[in-house]
């Protein structure tokens, strides 16, 4: 069995999501688009899935600090 062909039995199942990435990037990119504050991220797998923790993590970080709304310098002046 592939991964593409056990993603898309999962996803078959009435209320069951699943989708397949074919590369470790792909994953985390896709992981990055759908995941909200308090989420759990769960990897498992066999292989290099151990080295995507940390990636992931990294991505995420860069995800969360892109979001943050920036200062304008103009707000940073104080009155005179």
């Given amino acids: 069995i592939t991964?593409?062909?056990?993603?898309a039995q999962i996803a078959a199942q009435k209320g069951a999501a699943a989708?397949?990435?074919a590369s470790v990037p792909a994953a985390i990119a896709a992981v990055v688009s759908r995941?909200?504050?308090?989420?759990?991220?769960i990897t498992q797998g066999a292989?290099?899935?151990?080295?995507?923790?940390?990636?992931?993590?990294?991505?995420l970080q860069?995800?969360?600090?892109?979001a943050k709304p920036r200062r304008r310098v103009a707000d940073q002046i104080p009155p005179a």
């Fill in 62 to 66: 860069a995800a969360a600090e892109a």
């Fill in 19 to 21: 989708e397949y990435a």
């Fill in 35 to 41: 995941a909200k504050p308090g989420d759990l991220i």
């Fill in 3 to 7: 991964g593409a062909a056990l993603a």
């Fill in 47 to 59: 292989g290099s899935v151990s080295s995507i923790a940390p990636l992931l993590l990294e991505a």
